[in-house]
T-cell receptor
Framework: EDQVTQSPEALRLQEGESSSLNCSYTVSGLRGLFWYRQDPGKGPEFLFTLYSAGEEKEKERLKATLTKKESFLHITAPKPEDSATYLCAVRGYGGSQGNLIFGKGTKLSVKP | EPEVTQTPSHQVTQMGQEVILRCVPISNHLYFYWYRQILGQKVEFLVSFYNNEISEKSEIFDDQFSVERPDGSNFTLKIRSTKLEDSAMYFC??????????FGSGTRLTVV
């Protein structure tokens, strides 16, 4: 069964304090690992898709990396506007072929 | 930037009543989805729709649920007889090629 586990559940940072969020996954053949940002009461907003181990993608202060078992979302010098819940999801070759399996998310709070 | 539009943003209904949640996916997308998120829990897959038929559904998507694409632009989720446990945020998503998924802002369904 495809599974996604994110840690930590919550992370509080000071503005400018860099850190990383973890997404561990179990999937029968990875078709894609997706990172989303979700603001309260809103839908997930797409950030990145990663397909193979060693791949990296960057967008502003965010950088996503992928290994065979986990992905990291690195946040460099975060600002208060980066506060949100960050969701990781996978799409595999197994039973959920076209569909995303989500983790519970990491709630990030950045204090000025 | 193209958006997935969902209406209404919030719906309150009495237990046992029927509700229809509406979505306008991105116009050139081919794959359509409904997900839901119970407060404090993971985003969960409900159903996928491709080529005018359901391509996959989860265990949650029982006989009380149905989906339709009545014309070229709308995609609806119907819950025939709502239960208290159906209270959740319902997200519509669409994809051109299953390499990226765009989510709407959601409908908050409250069953009383």
């Amino acid at each position: 069964e495809d599974q996604v586990t994110q840690s930590p559940e919550a992370l509080r940072l000071q503005e400018g304090e860099s850190s990383s969020l973890n997404c561990s996954y179990t999937v029968s053949g990875l078709r894609g690992l997706f990172w989303y940002r979700q603001d309260p009461g809103k839908g997930p907003e797409f950030l990145f898709t990663l397909y193979s181990a060693g791949e990296e993608k960057e967008k502003e202060r965010l950088k996503a990396t992928l290994t065979k078992k986990e992905s990291f979302l690195h946040i460099t010098a975060p600002k208060p506007e980066d506060s949100a819940t960050y969701l990781c999801a996978v799409r595999g070759y197994g039973g959920s072929q076209g569909n995303l399996i989500f983790g519970k998310g990491t709630k990030l709070s950045v204090k000025p | 930037e193209p958006e997935v539009t969902q209406t209404p943003s919030h719906q309150v209904t009495q237990m046992g009543q029927e509700v229809i949640l509406r979505c306008v996916p991105i116009s050139n997308h081919l794959y359509f989805y409904w997900y839901r998120q119970i407060l404090g829990q993971k985003v969960e897959f409900l159903v996928s729709f491709y080529n005018n038929e359901i391509s996959e559904k989860s265990e949650i998507f029982d006989d009380q649920f149905s989906v339709e694409r009545p014309d070229g632009s709308n995609f609806t989720l119907k819950i025939r007889s709502t239960k208290l446990e159906d209270s959740a945020m319902y997200f519509c998503a669409s994809s051109l090629d299953r390499q990226g998924y765009t989510f709407g802002s959601g409908t908050r369904l409250t069953v009383v």
